[in-house]
């Protein structure tokens, strides 16, 4: 079973860019069909897919967020990596990485769907 956990900085100041890393084990980010993505918790509020990149290396964002987002993967170490550009407060929340084979892509911003989630890592965003 594909095992997926979240590093990086637990305090990030405003204006900064956020950068995690998220480390598959059990499993291969080149996997065909398989997405990986980046999933967001702000307190008290609901899931909020980010991105997602794909086996093949193929990028997708989420909308409201594309212009400050970018996922990226180095497929010799087997990770994938997200980066958040001119963070607010209001970018404070837990942020997962998750995984799903999602076949040719066409749900890859349907949340639900991932069923292999990290444990979730605390970002703050403050001065």
């Known amino acids: 079973q594909v095992q997926l956990h979240e590093s990086g900085p637990g305090l990030v100041k405003p204006s900064q860019t956020l950068s995690l890393t998220c480390t598959v084990s059990r499993g291969s980010i080149t996997t065909i069909f398989y997405y990986w993505a980046w999933i967001r918790q702000p307190p008290g509020e609901g899931l909020e897919w980010m991105g997602a990149i794909s086996y093949g290396g193929s990028s997708y964002y989420s909308p409201s967020l594309k212009s400050r987002t970018s996922i990226s993967r180095d497929t010799s170490k087997n990770q994938f990596t997200l980066q958040l550009s001119s963070v607010t407060p209001e970018d404070t929340a837990v942020y997962y990485c998750?995984?799903?084979?999602?076949?040719?892509?066409?749900?890859?911003?349907?949340?639900?769907?991932?069923?292999?989630w990290g444990q979730g890592t605390q970002v703050t965003v403050s001065p």
């Open positions: 998750a995984a799903a084979d999602l076949g040719r892509g066409t749900l890859v911003d349907v949340q639900p769907l991932y069923d292999y």
